[in-house]
Structures are given as C-alpha cells and as structure tokens.
C-alpha cells in the first residue's frame, strides 16, 4: 500500500457514521417511484457535514444491510433474511453457487438453486442482488441532484467546501459505475437512470448492455481525467477504502476484459493500457498471501479497493460476517479461526482442490481434517439428519477468510469479524494483463511471464513458468488458484465459455457427476416483481 492508503482512521470515521443513525434521503429499487419520507433535501442536507455523511452512506451500501446493526431496519425488503440481503453476500453468492468453486448445504428458499443452475425470476437471492444494484444507484443519484453548483450555491456551501465536494462526486460517480458494472454482467438489459431522471416521474426504460457499458467508460475516463473538476485521487493517495484512481483504472480494466461478452468487441489494448497504469503505481504484491484475508488485512499490500468490515463499528451478517463463519462447521474449532461458532454451510468442490500443485501455499487455507474430498450428496446442513457434522463433511471446508491477525490474535468481535473485503487487487492486475496480451491486446510477453512467474514464486512454486507454459486455458486455472472465492469465477467462466454448455464440475447442474446447463443461465433473470412494476422491461430469454 502506498501513501496515506495505510491509514483506517477515516474510513473508521465514515463507517461509524454509517452506524450511528444517520439520517439519508431514502432510495428505491423500483427506480421510477418516488419513495416516501419525513427527510427532505432541504433539512437532510442543511447540517454540517451532511454531505460527508451522505458519502458514508454510499459506500455503507455496499457493506451494511440498513440503519442498524446487526438489523432491524433494512434497506431493502424482498429477501426472506436481512442478513441475506447485504451487497457483497449477495454478489458473492451469485458469483460462486454456480461455480465449481463453492457448494453450500443450507436448504434456505432458493439458495440450492443457484448451485444448481435452476434458479427462476423469483429467486430471492437474484432478486436481492436486483435490488441492491438500483438502491446503489438510487442513493449515488440522489448525492449527485444535492451537490451541483447551484445547490451547493443555495445553501451557502463555501468554496472551500465545494472543492472537497467535487472529490466526493467524483468517488461517487466510481461507486455507481461499480454497481452498473456488477448490473450488466449478471442481468445484461437493465434501466440506465441517472441523477438527470426526475424521481417521482414515469418508469424508466430498458438499456442495452451497449449503452451501459459506454455510460460506465464514460463516467470512469471522466473522474481519472485531471482537466475535469470532479476527479478521484492519484492511486494509492485515497484513505483506506475510499476510491482513487487505481480503483477506476481496476474497474475500467474488468469492463474491457469482458467486453466480448458485454458488447461483442474486443478491448484487449484498453485491458493493457489500465492494468499497466495499476502495475506502474508503485503498489506491492503481499509477501504472505494469507494475510490477504485476516482481520489485520487493512495493512496486506496488493490491496487497491477494499470494503472495510470492523466487528465494532460494521454489524451485518453478510461480507465476511458470512465468509468467516459458513466454511466453519464439523470437526473445525470455530476459536481457532476467531469465531463463536461456525454455521456449517459451505465447502469447495474437489474441482477446485485438484486445481492446485504440491507445493502451491495458496491452498493453505483448505480444511481436509474430518472432511471427505468428494461429495456424494449435497446434504442440508443438519435440518432434515440427526448428524450435522456428516452433513457438513462431504467436501473439504475452505476457510479462506479468517478473523485473526497476522501475529494469530483473534478480531475484535467472534461474531463480527475485522476482516476486509479486498475486492480490487494488484494480483488481479497481474492476471489480467497477461490474459489481454495472450487474446492479442499487444502488451509485452516477457512481462507477462514475469508478472505472472512473481505470483507463482509468492506461492512457494518458484519461478516455474517458460513462455511455452502461457496458455489461456493455464490463465483460467491460475485466476482460479490466486482469487478462489473472490467474487470472481462465474465471470471469468462465462469469458471463457465454459460456464453453461461448455464447462463440467461435480454437482453443477444438480447431478453429481455434474452436467452442462442452458445458455440462458449466463444471464440472471430480470426479477419478475420488476416486471411487474415496470412494463417496460423485457425479460432475458429462456426465462
């Protein structure tokens, strides 16, 4: 890390403000209504600091579930669970249940349906992502009508002021395009509303992805671009889980690396050109990669936008709340990874563990004590047996995120873990430039076997790659070993097709040898209760 990126205490500062009742103008995931509330723009809007707290805001949706912790007021509804409902437990779960890399025994409504690759328009977990991607979106948009020039004006908002303001629209801006991103790549066609659409007006229409993608690159070239007043800071110059511009060019890289899929174009040279400035932004790769994923991992290098989780101050049952405690279960002392106890859920498929070679450290992380490599059945997970540790032991656990530090003291809170969630890293980077330069985006080979050769040496594996061994089906697996459980396997399946009708693992498909699925899946559905609000959504095909 670089800069004052090493200091918490801001961060800190914008999440106990998250926590400690702020007062917001409401959003709404039908974003053509115009939600109800005793808050006005005027009176919300009037106190000193309001517009930071607004900002704290912004960035708690993609951590907390509402405006208490653990729950009791939540942000969105339609989910049987406001624990379900929180951002990245939501993204996770879309991301990794259809996947090779993650299985999960709960029978909760829907939940085995996305290991299965049978969900449905009303699945409650989709529909919760739907909505969180648009309750985003609505609370950037409302920031961004209450901070122009003119209102600023208004209110008597000094000069001073308006320049930090600008800054705070600028990191705004990054997290809309972060949810219109996370938007188009799991639901494609979906409304592009921005702080122009009047609230309260008629429903918005459909996007295509197409145009979205263009809105995202846009408001991404716009806030790194230094002639413009509304810019993020230089990379690595953010505090600690704010967004600078490293977090942009990281954002800009993945919409590029997908663009076959998003757009049918390629934008390989565009991959190169942003993962070169990430590279060249005198960010370190963490010598020990498990620090990555402990309470103290605020302080890891490599890490380049995270979502800060502190057990005091961010109580959710989602983030790494989930990421902690559902691979603990059977034989495994819930202490030991600085836990209460473990809620037995999830397990990797044996896919994923013969992925990794002898030697790779990476793989450190997995829990064989007690636990069979293969599953012969998905079984719930002690609701419908008399032996919850057998129901949990069929596939190895995979504790990958641990609340404890570095030095092995426990986090703060055995409920609620410190431990971060570091969704953009320098490794991601590494990965994605190599892919670019082999699909032909130009880059430099040599350097892509170097960067390449430096994460496999962090592994323990040594410097073990010849130009020769640079295949992108070798960039799969690799992405698979560095990020298992990022957040990150369904989209680089569907990049290389091999996510529906190409790609077998145990259990896809709900069969255990596992089975090719419909194209359709590629896409969630388009929720039905959207559909019904609006008449001028269409539905993604196959559903």
Same mark, same amino acid.
């Given at each position: 890390m670089t800069g004052v990126s090493q200091s918490r205490l801001l961060s800190l500062f914008l999440l106990a403000l998250i926590t400690g009742g702020l007062v917001v103008l409401p959003?709404?995931?039908?974003?053509?209504?115009?939600?109800?509330?005793?808050?006005?723009?005027?009176?919300?809007?009037?106190?000193?600091?309001?517009?930071?707290?607004?900002?704290?805001?912004? /960035?708690?949706? #993609?951590?907390?579930?509402? *405006? =208490?912790? &653990?729950?009791?007021? !939540?942000? @969105?509804?339609?989910? %049987?669970?406001?624990?379900?409902?929180? /951002?990245?437990? #939501?993204?996770?779960?879309? *991301? =990794?249940? &259809?996947?090779?890399? !993650?299985? @999960?025994?709960?029978? %909760?409504?829907?939940?085995?349906?996305?290991?299965?690759?049978?969900?449905?328009?009303?699945?409650?977990?989709?529909?919760?992502?739907?909505?969180?991607?648009?309750?985003?979106?609505?609370?950037?948009?409302?920031?961004?009508?209450?901070?122009?020039?003119?209102?600023?004006?208004?209110?008597?908002?000094?000069?001073?002021?308006?320049?930090?303001?600008?800054?705070?629209?600028?990191?705004?801006?990054?997290?809309?395009?972060?949810?219109?991103?996370?938007?188009?790549?799991?639901?494609?066609?979906?409304?592009?509303?921005?702080?122009?659409?009047?609230?309260?007006?008629?429903?918005?229409?459909?996007?295509?992805?197409?145009?979205?993608?263009?809105?995202?690159?846009?408001?991404?070239?716009?806030?790194?671009?230094?002639?413009?007043?509304?810019?993020?800071?230089?990379?690595?110059?953010?505090?600690?889980?704010?967004?600078?511009?490293?977090?942009?060019?990281?954002?800009?890289?993945?919409?590029?690396?997908?663009?076959?899929?998003?757009?049918?174009?390629?934008?390989?040279?565009?991959?190169?050109?942003?993962?070169?400035?990430?590279?060249?932004?005198?960010?370190q790769l963490e010598e020990d990669y498990q620090h990555l994923f402990l309470a103290d991992n605020h302080t890891a290098d490599g890490v380049i936008f995270a979502i800060p989780q502190d057990g005091d101050r961010t109580r959710h049952f989602g983030g790494t709340t989930f990421l902690a405690h559902a691979p603990v279960g059977g034989e495994m002392d819930a202490a030991s990874f600085g836990l209460d106890f473990g809620w037995a859920g999830l397990r990797t498929t044996s896919a994923s563990v013969d992925r990794y070679e002898g030697g790779d450290s990476r793989d450190d992380f997995f829990f064989t004590q007690g636990q069979e490599k293969e599953i012969d059945d998905v079984l719930p997970n002690g609701e419908t047996t008399d032996d919850p540790i057998g129901a949990f032991s069929q596939g190895y656990a995979a504790p990958k995120f641990k609340n404890v530090t570095s030095d092995g003291q426990p986090g703060s809170n055995a409920t609620f873990p410190d431990t971060d969630f570091p969704m953009f890293r320098l490794a991601d980077a590494y990965l994605m430039y190599a892919e670019a330069t082999l699909r032909g985006g130009g880059g430099d080979q040599s350097q892509a076997l170097t960067l390449l050769n430096d994460l496999r040496e962090r592994a323990g594996m040594g410097r073990d790659l010849s130009q020769a061994d640079l295949t992108l089906d070798f960039i799969l697996e690799e992405r698979s070993r560095e990020l298992f459980w990022e957040a990150q396997r369904r989209t680089d399946l569907i990049r290389f097709d091999e996510f529906t009708q190409n790609g077998v693992w145990p259990w896809k498909g709900g069969v255990q040898g596992g089975t090719t699925t419909d194209e359709n899946f590629n896409l969630y559905p388009i929720p039905a209760s959207e559909l019904r609000a609006n008449p001028n959504l269409e539905q993604n095909p196959g559903y």
């Open positions: 959003g709404c995931t039908d974003v053509g209504v115009n939600p109800k509330s005793s808050a006005t723009a005027n009176n919300v809007f009037s106190e000193d600091g309001s517009y930071q707290n607004y900002l704290a805001k912004v /960035y708690g949706g #993609l951590n907390v579930t509402g *405006q =208490e912790g &653990p729950a009791g007021n !939540a942000d @969105i509804g339609a989910i %049987d669970d406001e624990g379900f409902s929180q /951002y990245m437990r #939501l993204y996770w779960k879309m *991301q =990794e249940l &259809p996947t090779d890399e !993650a299985v @999960i025994a709960w029978n %909760d409504n829907g939940i085995r349906r996305l290991n299965n690759h049978n969900w449905t328009s009303s699945n409650q977990f989709s529909v919760g992502m739907y909505s969180r991607v648009f309750f985003q979106v609505s609370q950037a948009n409302e920031f961004l009508r209450q901070s122009t020039d003119s209102r600023l004006d208004s209110r008597g908002v000094s000069a001073e002021k308006k320049q930090t303001i600008q800054q705070y629209r600028a990191e705004v801006r990054f997290l809309r395009a972060l949810s219109y991103w996370h938007g188009i790549d799991l639901f494609g066609d979906i409304p592009l509303v921005t702080e122009d659409f009047p609230r309260g007006s008629e429903a918005p229409e459909q996007s295509t992805r197409e145009e979205i993608f263009n809105f995202i690159e846009s408001e991404l070239l716009a806030i790194i671009n230094e002639e413009n007043e509304e810019v993020l800071p230089p990379a690595g110059q953010a505090e600690y889980g704010r967004a600078d511009k490293a977090a942009a060019w990281m954002l800009l890289s993945k919409l590029y690396l997908n663009a076959e899929v998003y757009v049918g174009e390629s934008r390989y040279g565009d991959v190169i050109e942003y993962t070169q400035r990430v590279i060249d932004a005198n960010y």
